[in-house]
């Protein structure tokens, strides 16, 4: 990466296309007409460095030393997310401020050059270093300690602004705070892009949905079940998805080991599919892939149930990675999966007809020539340029 390029955020469309990682599958090919929007999906967000430690026994405890059996560093933060969309051959544009030091450089190369990722509107700012999030698993959980500032005020990205004009596209993934609107979302919606939306933890303690105002120009809403039971005042996350349904169409609720329920006001079907047991490495950005993964069926025009299921199981690749956007699986990694539960003698012939739809979608098998290689975080960061 060259440092007038990010520092302008331009480039262009030829440019853009040498450096796109193409995708093995691209999952709405019957959809696409010369008119589409030219991005799959929208985000916008903090893009943060993520340095990973796995493999510890325990918590770290305080006065003593810890050490780690595992380290792997990658984008993270809302870089999550774009590199879990992109992986499964979906166009995304991501505009995100980032900052000009070799942390910054680094992310910005492996989301651009990396992962095809477009980064027209996103922004490299001088002066300005690149937030951190230092991550340790253990017994299947994570403990984070972040650093960061706001980019400066002159940016559009400070106090976690976007650019005012969105780019065009299908789909955007919106991450509701409580008691605060971003702009672009209603811009976005009213120019037909279907958003999807998830939040985080109240802070304030006050778990009102009329805060979330956002909320009334999503299509989707993916809170997990803690989430969504403190929302609604649900004594169990089935109902509170179906008191969700009041005021977004689409409501999915996360349900951890538990796998996934949904309820869609507009056909009045639902659906639940358990989760795939899996011995998790590494947790961090699962949640991000699962919403990738559900943006994909949904675009796609799946139903109800093979989202779940799909977005599950990315989800469930996802965790025996390190990193949170480098762990995303591509459509070679599904492929290898859906053929080798095929092969497990005794296999439960219910749970494979729950995935039987992957069959068309899988790409055939490579061998040690996979067309797509995919990045994964490693200890040590390089900041050469991509060939």
């Known amino acids: 990466m060259t440092a007038s390029t990010p520092s302008t955020g331009k480039g262009s469309s030829a440019d853009r296309e040498r450096r796109s ?34 493999g510890l026994e325990s918590a770290p405890v305080r006065g003593t030393e810890s050490w780690a059996r595992g380290m792997g560093s990658s984008p993270g933060g809302v870089a999550n997310m774009a590199t879990a969309l992109a992986r499964l051959g979906l166009r995304t544009s991501l505009a995100a401020a980032f900052g000009d030091d070799h942390y910054g450089e680094y992310c910005w190369d492996a989301l651009e050059q990396g992962e095809g990722i477009d980064l027209s509107a996103s922004r490299s700012v001088p002066g300005w270093h690149s937030p951190v999030t230092v991550s340790m698993a253990y017994e299947g959980e994570r403990t984070m300690v972040s650093h960061g500032h706001e980019p400066p005020p002159e940016t559009e990205f400070s106090e976690g602004g976007a650019p005012d004009c969105p780019p065009r596209a299908r789909a955007a993934v919106a991450s509701l705070t409580p008691g605060k609107q971003a702009p672009w979302v209603a811009q976005a919606a009213s120019e037909g892009t279907r958003i999807f939306a998830d939040v985080g933890w109240d802070e304030t303690g006050a778990w009102d949905l009329a805060g979330l105002a956002d909320l009334a120009h999503c299509e989707a809403f993916l809170p997990n079940a803690e989430e969504a039971m403190r929302y609604t005042g649900a004594d169990c996350p089935r109902a509170a998805a179906h008191a969700l349904t009041e005021h977004v169409p689409l409501a999915v609720v996360t349900l951890g080991a538990d796998g996934a329920y949904a309820v869609d006001r507009r056909t009045g079907e639902s659906a639940s599919v358990p989760a795939i047991a899996v011995e998790a490495l590494d947790p961090t950005g699962a949640g991000d892939v699962f919403v990738a993964g559900f943006v994909t069926g949904t675009l796609a025009g799946w139903p109800l149930a093979d989202r779940l299921a799909f977005a599950g199981l990315t989800a ?22 859906w053929r080798k539960v095929q092969s497990v003698e005794g296999q439960d012939p219910t749970a494979l007809n729950r995935y039987a739809f992957l069959a068309g979608l899988v790409p055939e098998e490579q061998g040690e020539a996979s067309p797509w290689p995919l990045r994964r975080a490693v200890p040590t960061i390089g900041f050469g340029r991509s060939t």
């Not at 599958?25 to 460095?49: E, K, N, Q």
């Not at 996802?318 to 990193?323: D, I, P, R, T, Y």
């Open 21 to 54: 990682c193409p995708a093995q599958v691209d999952p709405l090919s019957a959809l696409r007409a010369p008119d589409d929007p030219p991005w799959d999906v929208y985000l916008t967000g903090t893009v943060f460095l993520d340095i990973i430690f796995t």
């Open 316 to 337: 469930a690749l996802s965790v025996q990675e390190f990193g949170g956007s480098l762990s995303a699986p591509g459509w070679s990694e599904i492929g290898a999966w």
